[in-house]
């Protein structure tokens, strides 16, 4: 399970679901001369484009264009379907999952795919365990067959139902064995995959990617490439360059506030920029070290679960770019419940907090530190914060204040136990609330907040991965909701939509901004 990656926000409007319902792909190859190639602008940078290294969302966007996986996602989707195979079924209750590859697959350089690609792929990214990569979702494999050419047939250790999505992701990407070293990672910066898109060149500044010719899949590719300019954070600059004209799409990199005025703004619209709205699983919680001496206290969790308003924070801090979570899984997956709400409201209850506190016989102002690390979250994190510890202390209860820290001192005194109260971002890998669960609540889970609860790690989460059917998850995911609700380890705060700001002659992002948060750049075209 990842515990690497995905605890992040863009730095302003990068957040994610899908507005428009599900389309199956259409069957063929690209076509060079379907379109216009397209100018992409964002703050991230492309930290790999080796699938055993990179587990960051830029590089995420490269694998899920220019590799192949045995499944995807298709648009407005949360269920994968075949892409690289043909056919996929589980076997022996979901501890066996055997694929069957179509014909005629080719890598970009003319170099036939089979099954030994697959298995190479894979066993390679597990063997090199690469601190940056993906290994950690690909735990649950035991042993890789291949029979012959065309079949792929995975055991797994335990029943592992989200195997599916697990694969149809970046870490699924497969790679051509005679072109990745097996022991160690590719250095050179090319990649050589036999997905819809060749990467022709990677740079600090950009990354440009042509059409493959020779792809066997289910995209259809609408344009005649993509370019990447990466602004590294820069959000005024991102902004200038789509106002000039100099790039398309911005997508993650542009300010809450820039978003939403763009949104709003019948000038952009006389200008020809378009705002496209999508919907996200990217979530943010508060977190409680359950051994520190303040917040170990349920009471004092109570009273800020009944202080937070979400609503304040979403509109005056985001811009409503996000919206309110009451719930670990977030709305558009799964199981997605309103525990939150209905055990502390929607809005704030200052005579409850109060009671809860002194029921408890704490008598005196409750001092607490919120801690921040806008150099992980956004800028926009520290401004959250303080308003969230002013919401505290205008009760009257609370004397809250903000602190912050540079990333990597923030993870090392969270893994230390030494912060009481602490903020977590977490972008998911794949739309099934196992993703949303098991990371946070499971064994070995990336909170690092002390919080046991046997039935969930030892039944609940189990229980669940061991069900292919998905939608027969829906009760034990609704009360493990409901218990971590009852325990407050965490308290949601909101769930981020998905924006790209472009020309208004590009279409079709809004088949790229969704739950899966797969940027098919297929999908888009200029006219």
């Known amino acids: 399970m990842n515990i690497r990656k995905r605890w992040t926000a863009p730095l302003g409007a990068g957040l994610a679901v899908a507005l428009l319902g599900g389309c199956a792909f259409q069957s063929g190859g690209g076509d060079a001369e379907s379109g216009d190639s397209i100018v992409v602008g964002m703050s991230d940078d492309v930290l790999a484009a080796d699938p055993a290294s990179g587990y960051d969302p830029g590089s995420w966007l490269l694998f899920n264009n220019v590799f192949q996986s045995l499944l995807s996602f298709p648009r407005g989707e949360s269920t994968p379907q075949p892409e690289a195979a043909k056919s996929c079924s589980f076997a022996d209750g979901s501890r066996t999952y055997r694929c069957t590859l179509r014909d005629g697959l080719k890598f970009?350089?003319?170099?036939?795919?089979?099954?030994?690609?697959?298995k190479y792929s894979f066993e390679r990214a597990i063997r090199i365990d690469d601190p940056g990569g993906p290994a950690p979702l690909l735990s649950t494999i035991a042993k890789i067959n291949t029979p012959d050419e065309r079949t792929v047939v995975f055991q797994l250790k335990v029943p592992d139902a989200t195997f599916p999505s697990k694969i149809a992701s970046g870490a699924g990407s497969i790679v051509n064995h005679r072109e990745y070293p097996a022991n160690s990672l590719r250095k050179d910066g090319k990649a050589v995959g036999s997905g819809p898109y060749k990467l022709k060149s990677l740079d600090k500044s950009k990354a440009v990617f042509s059409v493959n010719s020779g792809y066997e899949g289910t995209a259809r590719v609408k344009n005649s490439g993509i370019t990447l300019e990466f602004f590294r954070g820069d959000q005024k600059k991102l902004a200038s360059a789509?106002?000039?004209?100099?790039?398309?799409?911005?997508?993650?990199?542009?300010?809450?506030?820039?978003?939403?005025?763009?949104?709003?703004?019948?000038?952009?619209?006389?200008?020809?920029?378009?705002?496209?709205?999508?919907?996200?699983?990217?979530?943010?919680?508060?977190?409680?070290?359950?051994?520190?001496?303040?917040?170990?206290?349920?009471?004092?969790?109570?009273?800020?679960?009944?202080?937070?308003?979400?609503?304040?924070?979403?509109?005056?801090?985001?811009?409503?770019?996000?919206?309110?979570?009451?719930?670990?899984?977030?709305?558009?997956?799964?199981?997605?419940n309103t525990a939150f709400f209905d055990k502390y409201g929607g809005s704030p209850q200052p005579d409850k907090a109060e009671e809860a506190l002194r029921d408890a016989g704490i008598t005196d102002k409750v001092k607490l530190t919120l801690w921040s690390t806008p150099s992980r979250y956004g800028p926009a994190t520290d401004a959250e914060f303080?308003?969230?510890?002013?919401?505290?202390?205008?009760?009257?209860?609370?004397?809250?204040?903000?602190?912050?820290?540079?990333?990597?001192?923030?993870?090392?005194?969270?893994?230390?136990?030494?912060?009481?109260?602490?903020?977590?971002?977490?972008?998911?890998?794949?739309?099934?609330?196992?993703?949303?669960?098991?990371?946070?609540?499971?064994?070995?889970?990336?909170?690092?907040?002390?919080?046991?609860?046997?039935?969930?790690?030892?039944?609940?989460?189990?229980?669940?991965?061991?069900?292919?059917?998905?939608?027969?998850?829906?009760?034990?995911?609704?009360?493990?909701?409901?218990?971590?609700?009852?325990?407050?380890?965490?308290?949601?705060?909101?769930?981020?939509?998905?924006?790209?700001?472009?020309?208004d002659n590009i279409s079709g992002l809004e088949w790229t901004l969704d739950t899966s948060t797969v940027f098919r750049f297929w999908e888009i075209s200029k006219y």
């Open 108 to 118: 970009s350089n003319g170099d036939s795919l089979t099954s030994e690609d697959v």
């Open 386 to 503: 303080r308003a969230i510890a002013q919401q505290l202390n205008a009760s009257g209860l609370f004397e809250a204040q903000v602190k912050s820290l540079p990333f990597d001192q923030y993870e090392k005194r969270i893994a230390a136990g030494e912060l009481g109260v602490y903020v977590k971002g977490w972008v998911p890998d794949y739309p099934d609330p196992d993703n949303f669960t098991q990371p946070f609540f499971g064994k070995d889970n990336v909170l690092q907040n002390g919080y046991e609860n046997d039935d969930i790690t030892d039944r609940i989460i189990p229980d669940a991965a061991s069900r292919a059917e998905r939608g027969t998850t829906e009760k034990a995911f609704n009360e493990l909701q409901d218990d971590v609700a009852e325990d407050l380890p965490i308290l949601p705060l909101w769930q981020g939509k998905q924006y790209a700001v472009a020309d």
């Open 242 to 336: 789509l106002q000039k004209g100099d790039i398309d799409v911005a997508y993650r990199g542009l300010t809450a506030q820039d978003t939403s005025r763009l949104e709003e703004s019948s000038a952009a619209a006389d200008k020809g920029i378009d705002v496209v709205e999508g919907t996200s699983a990217e979530v943010q919680h508060l977190v409680f070290n359950m051994k520190d001496p303040v917040v170990r206290q349920l009471p004092v969790r109570k009273a800020i679960a009944y202080l937070v308003n979400r609503d304040a924070l979403v509109s005056q801090v985001y811009h409503s770019t996000a919206t309110p979570l009451y719930s670990i899984v977030p709305a558009g997956i799964t199981a997605h």
